[in-house]
């Protein structure tokens, strides 16, 4: 005879969820023991596959939320470790986010701070065009634009997106090869720059013309000596090896047996167009302007020396010591986009001064 069936077993039923209000309209709810969404959502959130597949974007902290928010930028979950947190918040604004509390060392886990402030958000990709940015921010921009260029640090990206925002940069360019802007290092370096000025990330070469105003005039900026020889700078040698788009690459010098070695550096050369070449502080600024800055690593790009040359650019140096090796790029692009701005307003004091003329 077959034995009687054994008792069903049940699964456990899921843990209620436990709703708090933390004011007028405002509710949240507490993660039970083993909620596992804040590592799963935290961890994908930094992913750059899905940040650009799915448009999510995790930011940390206080500052960078609430500017983000003021911003236009649409909040889609906050998870938090005390009440207070919330109200430092715009509530009209956070009432369309899921808000989930948790524990302090839970968020400690997966924050990405030495000193976490226990506020994280995941947040929809925020688009530049539908933003909202500070009217402080618009009132002082300028026509002046940033193109990066193969700026593979996150703390440099940071920190130029920073200083265009504090120059008044009318939008930032980053082209393809760059670190991706919404990475979380570059979110803490930018101090809220994202929500400050336009930034159109991820562009191809051929696509930044149309990104540019009608007329724009591209500069570049370099290393180079203006007294040395094109062929013997570093720029020039990173614009054409590692630089070059991959439509201008050439094959290695083994497959090139008729190349002589003296000659590549010419036949490289070769591709690069001509730029005049002058300190940065010396008058450049044609309204509208752009300057694009490269990367420590690869340097100006073909593609930037080629697009700066067809609007007629300069190349803008950054003087420094003999022996004392090139400027960080993020101090270099602080360095001409403030003397950008100082010409500019020089440039807008005259055109007003002559105007009152009689």
Not at 24 to 53: C, M
Not at 307 to 312: E, F, H, K, Q, V
């Amino acid at each position: 005879a077959e034995a009687p069936p054994g008792p069903r077993r049940e699964r456990p039923p899921p843990p209620a969820v436990e709703r708090s209000a933390a004011g007028p309209g405002l509710w949240y709810e507490k993660a039970a023991p083993g909620d596992r969404r804040l590592g799963k959502v935290v961890t994908i959130a930094k992913s750059k596959k899905f940040r650009d597949n799915h448009g999510k974007v995790l930011l940390e902290g206080h500052r960078l939320i609430k500017d983000a928010l003021e911003a236009g930028a649409v909040p889609q979950t906050l998870f938090f470790s005390t009440v207070g947190h919330l109200k430092e918040l715009p509530e009209a604004e956070i009432k369309r986010a899921s808000l989930i509390k948790v524990k302090f060392e839970d968020i400690k886990i997966w924050s990405d701070l030495v000193t976490p402030q226990g506020l994280l958000g995941i947040f929809s990709k925020p688009d530049h065009a539908k933003m909202s940015y500070p009217a402080a921010q618009l009132t002082n921009s300028l026509p002046l634009l940033l193109i990066c260029d193969n700026i593979r640090d996150p703390g440099n990206l940071g920190t130029i997106l920073r200083s265009a925002a504090g120059a008044g940069c009318e939008k930032v360019l980053i082209t393809k090869g760059c670190v991706d802007p919404w990475e979380p290092k570059v979110l803490r370096a930018g101090m809220g720059a994202h929500f400050r000025l336009p930034i159109v990330a991820n562009l191809d070469w051929e696509s930044v013309p149309s990104n540019l105003p009608a007329g724009t005039q591209v500069c570049v900026a370099d290393n180079k000596d203006p007294g040395a020889q094109a062929k013997t700078t570093s720029v020039l040698r990173g614009a054409g090896r590692a630089g070059s788009a991959p439509g201008n690459t050439k094959p290695p010098a083994k497959s090139r047996p008729e190349a002589a070695p003296e000659h590549e550096d010419e036949e490289e050369a070769a591709d690069i167009p001509e730029l005049a070449t002058q300190c940065y502080y010396e008058d450049w600024v044609r309204t509208p302007a752009a300057v694009v800055i490269g990367g420590e690593t690869h340097g100006l790009s073909a593609d930037a020396l080629h697009l700066a040359a067809s609007t007629g650019g300069k190349r803008l140096v950054v003087p420094v010591v003999p022996g004392v090796d090139s400027l960080n790029a993020a101090i270099a692009a602080a360095i001409v986009l403030f003397e950008g701005k100082r010409q500019l307003l020089r440039r807008h004091k005259q055109e007003d001064d002559r105007q009152k003329v009689p």
